[in-house]
């Protein structure tokens, strides 16, 4: 007999102990890392394993069995454990919080059958077929440099590839991978986009480019027992090609040999909710731990990013020119809505380069950050608006479903006939979004065939896809969208980019605003222009629609300059004492009232101090009340990283000694603030 030490999902910052006595059929002793089936109060569970043999604190008659270990499955390696281990330390968590949910639902199923499936399933699938790759376009000179630096790294090498859009980065990411799997045979290669099912593009790529060895995907929009195949072949050695979204870096990989962050910038790699982890971050520390080479890849980099490459910890490699001969840059001119009014939302200069694309058979591209039909509507009578009784927030309206919604707290009303409270029945739609946008195209060009894709239009399985494939076939004059059509999208035919309204950002309270405004706006306008210009066709071109023409972001944008851009924002960011020049960590709370979490922070601000370390006061969140629930926030801030981790190990100590009723959760990197 023995006693096994088990990690389990539970906010208890502990393991615990449960004893083993092997049966009949399971006569080889637990090993850590593998899976185990304990009891846990009147449930049964599935724990992780951290340690076996261990020399118990829990009284022999309290001491419970174990009920069933997953032999089937190979243990999880040493280092799979200490990256959960890395990020349950980092991020404040307890381990099994950071280890199990990230595993397929079917393997912590309480049967295995599942589990016995899909193994089997996978041991029958072919090892390799002998397709003929398609073949890879020569690389330019700097992408071959890129790729050569990239699979020739020694160790631990961080590389930051900056490369203009449509410079082929792709490109240079999938000739490193070959590389290395030729050099090694059994190499896995991880590569994280942010969004998957934006990039069904590259997974197609990289099946046609990699027909003989076994890709698997990782997001949450697969079904149960695609994950639990997927990951059992990443976890087995046998997908040697991985593609997944954030929550592929916590995915057991034996071999890995390369990790791959497209669009590195990107937002979406962090996890906003339960284990608040940036992706990116992690993917940095494996590649650290594994002494491996990672490429963090993007137009735009992350200021944190760029800073490790201007201080040389990262290597640096640039991509100035598009990749395809003739293609450029597109041009990019600034119209002043004060002196060219719009009708509609459009001004009349837009209109007519719309115009032009239309006549010549070419596709445009709107953008506007903002679904729905108009973010608000009023009474001009009474001065009533459409507030959400349940949010801070605006109750957005949608006409085609003919129904007000919050984006927020997803109440849904029908839209009233009249003022509520005055009776009026002629109520304003004020503002405008994309619903909006496309109607008024619709009226002023009404032979046009335009397509809108935001979150509204492709609520639907497969529709989002369906839609691009629309597009890309050359079936859509216009397409209007919200930044689901800024990303990653190679259009062939797109000559025009219109951005409407993109002046909210400038003055946002974020200090991180205008870097991620900057990052949409160059995302977006790269996607213009991709293929060389067609004789007799239009020069690309990207019309950005402000009131502020003189605004340095945008002179910025107008030069493609990011360069300038990060040199400046970054100078700002060491002057105001912001990250990446300093570091944070946000307490939230919320409450049915709103001081019962201020209260809980207050307390919280006082209960320990700490040098170096800045405790801020509590405020309320700047969108206070989401579906009835009050927020509140407290911010920590300090010059060290390890000073605010000793900090933050003491005060979450504090913490939950506290009583309250409030609701909490520390998030270390904050991003959104
Ligand atoms: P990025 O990710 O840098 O924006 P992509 O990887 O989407 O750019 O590449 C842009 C286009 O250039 C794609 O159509 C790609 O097939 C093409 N491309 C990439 N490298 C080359 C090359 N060496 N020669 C010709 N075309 C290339
Ligand atoms: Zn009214
Ligand atoms: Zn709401």
Known sequence: MTIIRVALDTPLDFCFDYRWAATAGDAAPPRIGQLALVPFGRREVVGLIVAVDVATEVPADKLKDALAIRSQLAPLSEQWRALCAFAADYYQRPLGEVALPGLPKNLRALKTTALDRALKKLAKTAAAHDATPAAAPLLNPAQQAAADAIAGAQGFAPHLLYGVTGSGKTEVYLQAAAQILTRHDDAQIL?????????????????????????????????????????????????????????????????????????????????????????????????????????????????????????????????????????????????????????????????????????????????????????????????????????????????????LRCHHCSLELRIPRSCPTCGNVDLQPLGRGTQRVEEGLQAIFPEARITRIDADSTRRKGSAQAAFDTVHRGEVDILIGTQMV?????????????????????????????????????????????????????????????????????????????????????????????????????????????????????????????PGVTINDPIPMTMTRVANVDRAQLLIECPSRPALQAFLKVWLAALRAIKTRAKWSLEVDPVDI
């Open 191 to 403: 590569i994280l986009v942010p969004e998957i099912n934006l990039t069904p593009q590259l997974e197609g790529n990289i099946r046609v480019r990699f027909p003989a060895v076994m890709v698997a995907t990782l997001h949450s929009s697969l079904a149960e027992g695609e994950r639990m195949t997927h990951w059992l072949a990443a976890h087995l050695g046998r997908a040697r090609i991985v593609l997944g979204t954030r929550l592929a870096i916590l995915a057991s990989l034996p071999q890995l040999k390369l990790i791959v962050i497209d669009e590195e910038h990107d937002p979406s790699y962090k996890q906003q909710e339960g284990l608040r982890y940036s992706a990116r971050d992690l993917a940095v520390w494996r590649a650290h731990q594994l002494e491996i080479p990672i490429v963090l890849g993007s137009a735009t980099p992350s200021l944190e990013s760029w800073q490790h490459a201007q201080t040389g910890r990262y290597r640096k490699l640039e991509l100035r020119e598009r990749a395809v001969a003739a293609a450029v840059l597109p041009a990019v001119h600034l119209i002043d809505m004060e002196r060219n009014k719009p009708l509609d939302g459009l001004t009349p200069m837009l209109i007519a380069a719309l115009k032009l694309r239309l006549q010549r058979g070419e596709q445009s591209l709107l953008f506007l950050n903002r679904r729905g039909y108009a973010p608000v509507i009023a009474c001009d009578a009474c001065g009533w608006i459409s507030n959400c009784s349940r949010c801070t927030a605006f109750m957005v309206l949608h006409k085609p479903e003919h129904r």
């Open 486 to 610: 800024a990303k990653g999208h190679d259009f062939k035919n797109l000559t025009l980019v219109g951005i409407l309204n993109p002046d909210t950002a400038l003055f946002s309270q974020d200090y991180r605003a205008s870097e991620r405004l900057f990052a949409q706006l160059m995302q977006v306008a790269g996607r213009a222009g991709r293929a060389a210009q067609k004789e007799g066709g239009s020069a690309s071109e990207v019309l950005i629609q402000t009131r502020y023409p003189q605004h340095p972001l945008y002179a910025a944008v107008v030069n493609h300059d990011y360069d300038h851009f990060a040199t400046e924002l970054l100078a700002e960011r060491q002057q105001a004492h912001l990250p990446p020049y300093l570091y944070q960590a946000l307490l939230r709370a919320e409450a049915r009232e709103l001081v019962t979490a201020i209260d809980f922070l207050t307390q919280a601000a006082t209960a320990v101090e700490f």
